[in-house]
T-cell receptor, first 111, second 115 residues
């Protein structure tokens, strides 16, 4: 079953603009992870934020986590055409290696 | 270092047949997990192996099975294939079996088509 629900399902922006994707989940979590998938290929791990963290940065990526609202957001600044991909959030419950994925946001960055 | 290697990349099988997919994790990674990705159901957890032992299993029928060898390589098997088994099968490995805590490295997947 899906735990994370990404919003929006699809997002189209111009190069240079910022892209924001949101993820909501249902149960308590140990951590929340974001992955990128290019055109039906494998997933690439982008960033992980633990339940006791509120914000994390990695290059052009910024992730926030609000455990009270059970939600997270991924911000990609100064988007590039190469950022075109699907982005998934996944929650880790701790004590289990199982990740529960959302259905993803399809991001298109137009040159 | 080499990433997670999945073979084959593409596979076409007929209903009723069985199939075996292979995954070689990153050297030193002892945990291997398998996921099924379909347009309708998204990414769903199949099972996870650590040191040749299945530690977690998802909600899939018994036709789906797997194993892990002493060199951490893993195989998954699907018997009596159904059309609904058509999917991208992804393998992921993690260091120390804590991918749920530190993140996973995924392979490029095996695209299975059942006709």
């Amino acid at each position: 079953s899906q735990q994370g629900e990404e919003d929006p399902q699809a997002l189209s922006i111009q190069e240079g603009e910022n892209a924001t994707m949101n993820c909501s989940y249902k149960t308590s979590i140990n951590n929340l992870q974001w992955y990128r998938q290019n055109s039906g290929r494998g997933l690439v791990h982008l960033i992980l934020i633990r339940s006791n963290e509120r914000e994390k940065h990695s290059g052009r990526l910024r992730v926030t986590l609000d455990t009270s609202k059970k939600s997270s957001s991924l911000l990609i600044t100064a988007s590039r055409a190469a950022d075109t991909a699907s982005y998934f959030c996944a929650t880790g419950q701790g004590g289990s290696e199982k990740l529960v994925f959302g259905k993803g946001t399809k991001l298109t960055v137009n040159p | 270092k080499a990433g997670v290697t999945q073979t084959p990349r593409y596979l076409i099988k007929t209903r009723g047949q069985q199939v075996t997919l292979s995954c070689s994790p990153i050297s030193g990674h002892r945990s291997v997990s398998w996921y099924q990705q379909t347009p309708g159901q998204g990414l769903q957890f199949l099972f996870e192996y650590f040191s040749e032992t299945q530690r977690n299993k998802g909600n899939f029928p018994g036709r789906f099975s797997g194993r892990q060898f002493s060199n951490s390589r893993s195989e998954m098997n699907v018997s009596t294939l159904e059309l609904g088994d058509s999917a991208l099968y992804l393998c992921a490995s993690s260091l120390g079996g804590q991918g749920g805590t530190y993140g996973y490295t995924f392979g490029s997947g095996t695209r299975l088509t059942v006709v």
